[in-house]
């Protein structure tokens, strides 16, 4: 096993496998691959869209750097559910539904209009997560993505 691996956490790769490929956690379609250590987490400055992490109960526990660039937020204003004040005040309870379908499927993914903090500006994300398992099946966190879809 590569040391980059540890063996006490796994994650349900996404179906559409794409978003953590670049993050080089090459998951396949179905089976369960390993997630990286607290340490190899700093990768999430390497993913080029805005990420996170969050708790077992979908509490964000940190962002990329690309999160607090484009939002505006500080890491404590971001924490728990202070990220969804980003967000379109229309589009905060559609997001809060599909947290909770997510808590069922272990897939959770959503368009939702994302502020911009240089302008005020709102543009379409689609946000992506897979829930982080440990090896018992026990959910231990989410790990996500969003991506800029609005075609301007």
């Known amino acids: 096993m590569p ?4 063996k006490k956490r796994s994650i349900l790769a996404h ?7 670049f993050a080089g956690w090459p998951p396949r379609i179905g089976k369960v691959t390993v997630l990286p250590t607290q340490d190899e987490m700093k990768s999430l400055e390497e993913i080029p869209q ?3 992490r969050c708790d077992a109960f979908g509490q964000r526990v940190e ?3 690309r999160w607090y660039e484009y939002t505006g937020q500080t890491p404590d204003e971001a924490r728990s559910f202070g990220w969804m004040n980003s967000l379109h005040p229309d589009d ?50 989410w790990l996500g993505k969003a991506i800029d879809i609005q075609q301007e």
């Open 3 to 6: 040391a980059c691996l540890t």
């Open 15 to 21: 179906p559409e496998n794409t978003w953590l490929a």
């Open 50 to 52: 805005l990420a996170w």
């Open 63 to 65: 962002c990329n750097r």
């Open 92 to 141: 905060r309870h559609q997001v809060a539904v599909q947290m909770f379908k997510a808590a069922e499927t272990g897939v959770f993914q959503v368009k939702y209009r994302l502020r911009r903090a240089s302008d005020g500006s709102y543009r379409w994300y689609l946000a992506q997560a897979v829930r982080i398992k440990d090896t018992e099946g026990k959910t231990t966190g």
